[in-house]
């Protein structure tokens, strides 16, 4: 509803995605095109996928009693659900009909599996030529590492991302999953351009992610550095080597972020520390010279922190207009009040759960026609009738499939 009272149409309405992902890349793309109105069908296996059970909520329990993970409950939203084994000849068969109601297909699979699913591309279009195939995998279809298997962390390694963060003696991955987020959203935004074209083309085409595209992409400044300057930087902590100070300090009660780019910054920075000397200080003429005498600036900052409280040295660079945060845990994130205030943690009830979940809402918001987390995640095969009787199955063939274990 939009503030008025009236109702609005979303973008894809109309639209249906058939959505074979796993894990985040590929369901998280369906998740965002879902909120923006598409109907969304998540295909599992009869027992459910991997990714249904990741950080249970409920560890033990069954599947609708609480088993669902979190990463679940988030990628799974706006979905409807459906059992199927489309590594059976039955299967392939329901596939292909479901195909043909279908305006995009996600699949987060590798080319040899797609293809013995009947969902490379060759094998949609013969059942709906406009149709659009959203693939995403680890590493790019047409490279020697086409076929290998390969999760977020695996794309932060081999692109310099977990070399260059943490310490020289221990490379470090993000524990965001963020080639896994930037991927979706990267899909999601091509799955609409196909959508965009199709509307003036009348064809579908190919959209292909990929978790090392999406780091290479993401990274890619410091690795033209590299090629450029062969500086071979290695990681220092918290702290940039292009500008400073920027770390993370202590204060009295706990860790704030200071980062500081720019001159401007700079000058409100020394002015703040006392320290107006040094912006006549060679060591500290410029960002790339601040970057390269981090040290001296991160321990400045943090002497001075540590006299105040998180509050305090907070509420004192805001006045300096430095940028700086508070270093949270998880609970004081869902906590924090403007966190709260801006209604970003929409709360979905799941059966089995002692409490309805905080699941992050679309990420960008628009102000006529926005994003909308309507339903919880599907339970296991909750939709399955459903669908294959619009599909035109009777209540015996879907018996029957059940009987063969197709669903």
């Known amino acids: 509803m939009t503030a008025g009272g009236a109702k609005t149409t979303q973008i894809l309405s109309g639209?249906?995605?058939?959505?074979?992902?796993?894990?985040?890349?590929?369901?998280?793309?369906?998740?965002?095109?879902?909120?923006?109105?598409?109907?969304?069908?998540?295909?599992?296996?009869?027992?459910?996928?991997?990714?249904?059970?990741?950080?249970?909520?409920?560890?033990?329990?069954?599947?609708?009693?609480?088993?669902?993970?979190?990463?679940?409950?988030?990628?799974?939203?706006?979905?409807?659900?459906?059992?199927?084994?489309?590594?059976?000849?039955?299967?392939?068969?329901?596939?292909r009909r479901l195909v043909k109601t279908a305006d995009v297909v996600v699949a987060n699979l590798p080319p040899s599996t797609?293809?013995?699913?009947?969902?490379?591309?060759?094998?949609?279009?013969?059942?709906?030529?406009?149709?659009?195939?959203?693939?995403?995998?680890?590493?790019?279809?047409?490279?020697?590492?086409?076929?290998r298997t390969g999760f977020d962390g695996v794309a932060q390694s081999m692109v310099g991302a977990a070399y260059l963060t943490g310490h020289p003696d221990e490379p470090t991955k993000s524990y965001a999953p963020w080639v896994d987020f930037g991927t979706a959203s990267l899909a999601a935004f091509g799955t609409m351009a196909a959508l965009m074209e199709r509307a003036r083309s009348g064809k579908g085409q190919v959209v292909e992610g990929a978790l090392l595209s999406t780091a290479l992409a993401y990274f890619n400044f410091h690795l033209i550095e590299q090629d450029l300057r062969k500086i071979d930087r290695v990681a220092i902590g918290n702290k940039s080597p292009y500008a400073g100070p920027a770390d993370i300090v202590r204060t009295k009660d706990g860790w704030i972020l200071v980062q500081v780019i720019g001159a401007p910054?700079?000058?409100?920075?020394?002015?703040?520390m006392g320290e107006d000397h040094w912006l006549t200080d060679p060591r500290f003429r410029d960002d790339s010279a601040r970057g390269d005498h981090g040290a001296i600036l991160s321990e400045r900052t943090s002497k001075w922190a540590g006299q105040y409280s998180t509050d305090e040295?907070?509420?004192?660079?805001?006045?300096?207009?430095?940028?700086?945060?508070?270093?949270?845990?998880?609970?004081?994130?869902?906590?924090?009040?403007?966190?709260?205030?801006?209604?970003?943690?929409h709360p979905l009830a799941f059966p089995g759960l002692p409490k309805p979940a905080p699941v992050m809402e679309t990420p960008v918001r628009l102000s006529r026609t926005?994003?909308?987390?309507?339903?919880?995640?599907?339970?296991?095969?909750e939709h399955t009738d459903m669908i294959l009787g619009e599909l035109g199955y009777t209540s015996a063939e879907i018996a029957a499939f059940r009987a063969e274990g197709v669903i």
């Open 265 to 272: 910054l700079f000058r409100r920075w020394a002015k703040l």
């Open 370 to 381: 926005p994003g909308t987390l309507r339903e919880r995640a599907p339970l296991l095969g």
């Open 114 to 147: 797609l293809a013995a699913m009947g969902l490379d591309y060759e094998s949609l279009v013969a059942e709906k030529p406009d149709i659009i195939l959203t693939t995403v995998s680890a590493f790019g279809h047409g490279g020697p590492y086409s076929e």
């Open 15 to 95: 639209l249906r995605v058939l959505d074979f992902g796993r894990y985040i890349a590929g369901p998280y793309c369906a998740a965002l095109l879902g909120d923006l109105g598409a109907e969304v069908i998540r295909i599992e296996k009869r027992e459910g996928s991997e990714d249904r059970f990741v950080q249970p909520i409920v560890p033990g329990a069954a599947s609708g009693e609480g088993g669902e993970g979190a990463m679940f409950l988030q990628m799974n939203r706006n979905k409807l659900g459906l059992t199927l084994d489309p590594m059976t000849e039955t299967g392939r068969k329901i596939v």
């Open 313 to 345: 040295a907070l509420a004192l660079l805001e006045k300096a207009r430095i940028p700086a945060g508070p270093v949270l845990s998880p609970q004081q994130a869902l906590d924090d009040p403007h966190i709260e205030a801006m209604h970003y943690l």
